[in-house]
């Protein structure tokens, strides 16, 4: 039996016939009549002759749920697939079965699973090898299949089919892979997720069934491919190169729910209308109670692991991050992440960062009405900053915002051997390209008062789409964490969000200290906007 309703069965399989998965087998049905109706269907094969061990540790065959249906009915549409999934889905176990069921039925596939760490790898060995053990007889004897390797290597058969369960993919090519958790692995192991990308998908031949898989875990390496996917898919550029996103969303897996009724906070409760709103979707009480338990348990982990959308999936905040809370709430929520947000009749502030090894960072903002509208940005190395402001040449500025240190920072030497800082090589250079712009300097301040500059001004924030290193600043600056504690440290994380995080600092500190000397609209007259109203 199918685990779908017929309307559910008919939309992911219009071209299969819904009786005949949920009609019992004939008991007096010959042996040439099973072969050719019933074991020649993948989908019933799925569905009737395989053993796992379920989530309670019990011996059941293997059933399809809804989760495992929708990844597979859009497989067979299109082979390249991508999954975005809150936890408990089965997706790994459903994918196991399917490529080891090619495997048996197709000579001379080479299959690989791409797991987390060797000791997944060693897990999924002995999945696989249960899978085999427990299949009759009788089929193994109809296909004339054996097993002629089983080591931590492969998982070979004698039509020439071999499934390879590894850390990593290159020399082959592969007709079946799937990679496990992707998104943790990226976190851990960026280098080694750079290798999947360059290797592993480069490994599976065109037109073959791969499949990424993971819970969100923040922005990273999956975080972009699942972006690039679905701006494939929206924009009608998908190729067979490129992976179909497919989202599962906790609301659609049956277990999450939980009987006991849960008092349910103000908390609470504005995330349920905030998810409802965005799914047009009424939670039941089962759902609803189910979410406060998880979240009593997971505290604010629970986006990340039981997501309702996904953008609650990447964006969820994490305990130790400065901004991330705030960001979600106060500009993802609320639409202010905007296309072409640039308005050519608006002067242009822009703001520096000045990193170590010649790391610059430049964000472009505009100022309408009390909003802060980062426009653009721009990060390099090994540059002068003349490199930098060229790129501005072409736009109406009206400050260039230095660090502190810009006066201290030397980077240059003159003719006659006087070092020459930041400020004066920028406002040399502007002389030389006889430009009206203003240069400033900030005033020194402590990280502790920038960061909470950042978080006042972060509710009257607009960002640009385009600008997507600064929102992975705003939703991954973080504190350290004390591995020996087992707390956050009151320090920031120096990682590659903390450059432009700086600068995030920079713009909020300089807008006090305009505000403090009461000097906001000093630089440019009124101009119209082609958005309504008046532009400061």
């Known amino acids: 039996m199918i685990n779908l309703s017929r309307e559910e069965f008919t939309e992911l399989y219009p071209d299969l016939e819904y009786d005949f998965f949920n009609n019992p087998m004939p008991e007096d049905i010959s042996s040439r009549e099973f072969e050719e109706t019933y074991l020649r269907s993948k989908l019933w094969r799925l569905n009737n002759i395989y053993t796992i061990i379920d989530k309670y540790g ?49 000579a001379n596939f080479t299959i690989g699973l791409m797991a987390q760490g060797l000791d997944e790898a060693s897990t999924l060995l002995e999945r696989a090898k249960f899978i085999w053990d427990k299949l009759s007889p009788d089929i193994k004897e109809f296909l004339g299949i054996k097993l002629i390797a089983d080591n931590s290597k492969k998982f070979a058969f004698s039509n020439g089919s071999n499934i390879f369960i590894r850390v990593s993919f290159r020399s082959a090519t592969l007709q079946r892979m799937h990679i496990s958790e992707f998104g943790k692995i990226a976190n851990a192991n960026p280098k080694r997720a750079t290798e999947t990308k360059t290797g592993t998908l480069q490994a599976l031949a065109v037109g073959n069934t791969g499949v990424i898989e993971s819970t969100a875990e923040g922005r990273n390496m999956f975080k972009n491919m699942w972006d690039n996917s679905v701006l494939a898919l929206e924009s009608g550029q998908m190729t067979s190169k490129d992976f179909y996103p497919v989202f599962l969303s906790w609301l659609d897996d049956p277990d999450c729910v939980q009987p006991v009724l849960q008092a349910v906070d ?11 709103e965005a799914t047009r979707r009424k939670l039941t009480q089962e759902q609803r109670n189910f979410w406060v338990v998880q979240y009593r348990e997971l505290g604010g982990e629970v986006h990340q692991e039981y997501p309702g959308t996904p953008e609650e999936a990447f964006l969820a905040s994490r305990d130790g991050s400065y901004y991330s809370r705030l960001f979600n709430q106060l500009v993802v929520r609320r639409g202010r992440v905007v296309d072409n947000l640039y308005d050519p009749n608006l002067s242009t502030d822009i703001y520096f960062d ?85 240069v400033r300097v900030l005033a020194k301040s402590s990280i502790a008062d920038g960061i909470e500059a950042v978080r006042r001004i972060i509710p009257n924030m607009y960002v640009d789409t385009s600008c997507v290193y600064t929102m992975d600043c705003l939703n991954n600056y973080s504190k350290e964490w004390d591995d020996k504690l087992m707390v956050w440290k009151k320090t920031p994380l120096h990682n590659e969000y903390s450059h432009g995080a700086d600068t995030l600092r920079q713009i909020a500190m300089g807008v006090r200290e305009s505000e403090e000397s009461n000097n906001t609209s000093r630089a440019i007259p009124m101009r119209k906007s082609n958005r309504g109203g008046y532009a400061l």
């Open 58 to 106: 019990e011996e059941v065959t293997f059933v399809m749920n809804k989760a495992q249906h929708i990844v597979y009915a859009r497989s067979r549409v299109h082979p390249r697939v991508i999954i975005l999934k809150s936890r408990q889905q089965g997706i790994s176990t459903f994918w196991l079965v399917s490529y080891e069921d090619d495997a048996l039925f197709a």
């Open 266 to 276: 103000a908390k609470a409760q504005t995330y349920f209308d905030e998810l409802e």
């Open 354 to 438: 000045l990193g170590v090894d010649d790391y610059m960072v430049m964000i472009y903002v505009q100022w309408y009405r009390g909003e802060y509208r980062i426009v653009k940005e721009y990060w390099n190395n090994g540059y002068s900053i003349g490199h930098y402001l060229a790129l501005a040449k072409d736009i109406e500025i009206r400050d260039i915002i230095l660090p502190h240190d810009a006066k201290q920072r030397v980077s240059a030497t003159s003719g006659e051997g006087r070092a020459k800082n930041t400020w004066d090589i920028t406002r040399e250079w502007i002389r030389e390209n006889k430009l009206n712009w203003h």
